[in-house]
């Protein structure tokens, strides 16, 4: 699905190759690999409409600049819409209030509530400092109360006890005054799991809130969640005054339009999101990453842009041209790739956007790593032309003359040469397979037709 | 109104699988989602127009793109085939369609007495899909029919998880095999089986921890459970159950693939179909997969289990009422 999805987009680009400004026609397809990437992702169907309608009118008319194509002027407000709509990051929790600042937790079953809780009582202890107190009023859950205590024994958080044969109200009021009176910083209130159309129980959670009177009342909702996402945000926020939202289970592979979804239905900022079960797994929301998520192309977007801005399109004529022939791939030609690596913000940071590439394990991403690449580049420099373009004449005395010339030394020579040699081999074959135009033209959709076999 | 279900008025089908989806239904009902109905109208002209307003009711019922794809285009090739003329012809069509889809995986989960005893549920899912309840319900259900029943307390990583299961078993009285928070699930759900072996128990109903489909070392413990059961005793039946929340979106069908991967599974369980979700990537699941849904749960309570019926589930789903 995500390759589909990539190839798809791509194809569409090269499809809108050469035109001067988009039209309703020249963007129909387009938008509707979008629509279907969305649903595919789990955006919620009347906030897809939305989405698509507006990303249409803004793009409408739109002129071309030359260096971009329209499909990639399309793709990339489908992805500026799409951040601008997941919010800012750096949201933060309302702790600016006199203490005890009350935080209230509400979402539907098994939505992560009661282990956010303890992740966020230990973000607060340790990140700021705070004296934290935590109190279940799930008294329907079996064992939900037990499950706190057990959090919050475990984090060093204190735990205000309650049992299953109270009343919610009874507990919060209570526990609200023992707040008060140990002069707790925060006080952290789970709540039962409850369906957002069962109307004793969202009269109860608001019977909560009119008691508690949060500082934050926060909707903790399942990424994995589907189309529903959006009737229950609603019923929720309609409720309870939200403050904010917190996406769980981040660590799995769901695409995660749930979270377009509930942000779109509640107009509340998604604070953070929950990377695992452990307490430390809760990090601060990055609306890049859930949007490139959502599109399931890794960042391919932004590469998209770097790739067509950077590469000095004549140079990479002239060198697709040059292996295509058959003529060998020298030293300047080598020299001229790690210069335009370097001006594509590195090779780590172009690693980095591509999908997949969060899987390369550290150890072969530091043979690459862009120190390498500035190393190779001042040896390259300090060879004369002729071992440039002759590069079997550097003998013995040559390379002692290179490593002193680069600050490098004579190993450090036998490397370059050593991997010079096989990325000799490799441009060898993949001239002739058309490995590495059938690579960058999958990122991209339209580099210049030199690279392509 | 459309001549379906005319005969689900009964006593019996009042309290049955689809009396209580609607009553979820029926509570409050979203603006955004109305029932195929309203959306028809009576008068309505069978156009492409309609069709794309049922496309988007599958849609918003997680069908999913590629499957809800596939119905449309069987709707619409009747369409040209002029064989929808009205609106019941339409609805029956639509149902019928998506009822034929589901019926090879409506197989319901029988205890056979002839096989080597205990019968093993295994209880697998993403975390808070509803296992351990759906195991309270289960031990209510097979308790019903006859059968003693043991329970496994296998989640040993979740807090309080094991008080979970005991108090489960508490309320349906059977026993319930644990060790200390933190054990090996697979040396607990040995312990067990020798335990019920020991005192002829028939049903074994092993719970395990939520664990994300996509880890790997969670999954490999997955296998090594499976493993130990067909240590214990290789002629031992066992059902591997999936247990899915209904509010999952198309991950769901992920889900299954990768579990299923590692542990063949054996049924499906869908879950909190009691809300306003409803659960339709069990279409594509059951396209690519054929994998039987057993049970699906409505509500959070014991009784809050029924045998899965392809029928009413399209019917709540596409919400047409009498
Ligand atoms: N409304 C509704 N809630 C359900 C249903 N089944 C389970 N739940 C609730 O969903 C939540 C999670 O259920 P659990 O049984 O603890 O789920 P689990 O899969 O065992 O969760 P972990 O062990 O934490 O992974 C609980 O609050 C249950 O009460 C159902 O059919 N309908
Ligand atoms: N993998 C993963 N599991 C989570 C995350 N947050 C919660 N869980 C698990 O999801 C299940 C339900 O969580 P719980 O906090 O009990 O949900 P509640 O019913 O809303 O209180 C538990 O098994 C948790 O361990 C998360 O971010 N990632
Ligand atoms: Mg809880
Ligand atoms: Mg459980």
Request: glycine share 8%; proline share 3%.
């Amino acid at each position: 699905m995500f390759d589909n999805l990539t190839g798809r987009l791509s194809q569409v680009i090269r499809e809108l190759r050469g035109q001067a400004r988009l039209t309703e026609d020249n963007i129909a397809a387009a938008l509707r690999e979008v629509r279907m990437a969305l649903l595919e992702a789990d955006v919620a169907l009347p906030v897809v409409r939305d989405f698509i309608e507006h990303v249409r009118l803004r793009s409408l008319g739109e002129e071309i600049k030359t260096s971009l194509s329209p499909g990639q002027v399309l793709i990339r407000n489908v992805r500026d819409e799409l951040i601008a709509l997941m919010g800012a990051a750096n949201v933060t929790l309302n702790l600016n209030t006199p203490p005890p600042a009350v935080i209230l937790m509400a979402g539907l079953q098994g939505a992560g509530k009661t282990t956010t809780v303890a992740k966020l009582g230990n973000w607060l202890k340790q990140q700021h400092h705070k004296k934290v107190m935590t109190v279940s009023c799930d008294v329907y859950r079996p064992a939900a109360i037990e499950q706190l205590r057990l959090l919050a024994h475990a984090n060093g958080l204190e735990f205000f006890s309650s049992s299953a044969n109270q009343a919610p109200v009874d507990i919060v009021t209570a526990a609200l005054g023992q707040a008060r009176k140990q002069f707790m910083d925060v006080l952290i209130v789970d709540s039962a799991g409850r369906l957002h159309i069962d109307a004793d129980m969202m009269a109860e959670i608001r019977q909560l809130h009119d008691i508690l009177q949060p500082s934050d009342t926060l909707f903790i909702v399942d990424s994995m969640q589907g189309q529903d996402a959006v009737n229950s945000a609603q019923a929720f926020a309609t409720a309870l005054p939200l403050t904010g939202v917190i996406l769980t289970k981040t660590d799995g592979d769901a695409r995660g339009g749930a979270a377009l979804s509930v942000r779109q239905v509640t107009g509340k900022p998604i604070i953070f999101m929950g990377m695992g079960e452990k307490v430390d797994a809760l990090v601060p929301f990055h609306p890049e990453r859930v949007a490139s998520r959502i599109l399931g192309m890794g960042d391919v977007l932004s590469l998209i842009e770097v790739v067509e801005q950077k590469t000095d399109l004549q140079q990479a004529e002239k060198l697709a041209k040059k292996i295509k022939k058959g003529s060998g791939f020298d030293l300047v030609d080598f020299r001229e790739q790690l210069r335009q690596m370097q001006n594509m913000g590195g090779l780590n940071s172009l690693l980095d956007k591509l999908p997949g590439m969060g899987q390369i394990p550290a150890a072969a991403m530091n043979q690459v790593n862009d120190r390498e690449l500035i190393k190779l580049g001042a040896m390259i420099d300090s060879m004369t032309e002729r071992e440039r373009r002759f590069p079997d004449v550097i003998n013995g005395s040559r390379k002692k003359r290179i490593a002193t010339g680069s600050g490098t030394q004579v190993q450090d020579i036998n490397r370059l040469l050593k991997q010079f040699k096989q990325m000799q081999k490799m441009m060898k074959r993949m001239s002739k397979k058309g490995g590495l135009a059938n690579m960058m033209r999958g990122l991209s959709g339209n580099l210049p037709r030199g690279y392509r076999p | 109104m459309f001549g379906l279900n005319k005969n689900s008025t009964t006593e019996e089908n009042q309290t049955g699988m689809l009396a209580r989806l609607r009553q979820g239904l029926a509570k409050t009902r979203s603006k955004l989602f109305s029932g195929i109905e309203s959306l028809i109208g009576t008068k309505r002209a069978i156009d492409p127009a309609l069709l794309e307003e049922i496309e988007a009711r599958l849609l918003m019922a997680d069908i999913g793109v590629a499957a809800t794809a596939r119905i449309i285009e069987a709707l619409s090739s009747a369409m040209r085939r002029h064989e929808l003329n009205d609106m019941d012809q339409l609805l029956d069509t639509l149902k019928a369609r998506m009822v034929e889809l589901l019926e090879p995986v409506t197989r319901p989960l029988l205890i056979p007495d002839d096989t080597a005893k205990p019968f093993v549920i295994l209880v697998i899912g993403v975390n808070g899909s509803g296992k351990t309840t759906t195991i309270g319900k289960m031990t209510s259900y097979f308790q019903d029919q006859g059968h003693s029943v043991l329970l496994a307390a296998g989640d040993t990583f979740r807090a309080a998880a094991i008080e979970q299961i005991q108090h489960w078993g508490e309320t349906t009285r059977v026993p319930v095999i644990a060790q200390q928070s933190g054990a090996d699930s697979a040396a607990v759900i040995f312990d067990a089986l020798q335990s019920a072996r020991a005192h002829a128990i028939d049903l074994v109903i092993a719970d395990t921890a939520g664990r994300l489909h996509n880890k790997n070392n969670l999954m490999q413990e997955l296998s090594k459970i499976r493993r130990i059961i067909t240590k214990f005793d290789p002629s031992l039946p066992v059902e591997v159950l999936l247990v899915l929340d209904a509010g999952t979106g198309q991950n769901a069908l992920s889900q299954a693939q990768q579990f299923n991967e590692v542990i063949n599974i054996t049924g499906l369980v869908l879950t909190k179909l009691d809300g306003t979700a409803r659960g339709g990537v069990v279409f594509s699941i059951a396209h690519t997969l054929n994998i039987p849904i057993r049970f699906i749960g409505v509500g959070e309570k014991l009784q809050d289990l029924r045998p899965f019926q392809a029928e009413d589930f399209v019917t709540a789903l596409l919400d047409i009422r009498e």
